[in-house]
């Protein structure tokens, strides 16, 4: 699936790909010690942000998870 900006795609896939080999390789397993794709992740974020700016999305009211981020109590 492509990123919401175009410029963003490729940051995407790195931060997916990453993403998934953490899960499998270290999470699922049990190690759960660090998270290695953090700054991929900000990387791609920044770049989600500004496609959004550049294409005026109305983004009023909507919150977004990410590293460090409470999460929302369920």
Do not use: H
Not at 6 to 31: H, I, P, V
Not at 41 to 55: G, H, L, N, P, T
């Amino acid at each position: 699936m492509n990123s919401v900006g175009e410029s963003c795609t490729d940051l995407k896939r790195d931060y997916d790909q990453c993403f998934n080999r953490w899960f499998a390789e270290k999470f699922l397993k049990g190690d759960r010690s660090e998270d290695p794709c953090t700054e991929t992740f900000r990387k791609y974020q920044r770049c989600v942000q500004k496609a959004i700016k550049e294409k005026d999305i109305p983004v009023d009211g909507v919150e977004f998870m990410g590293p460090n981020k409470d999460k929302p109590e369920s």
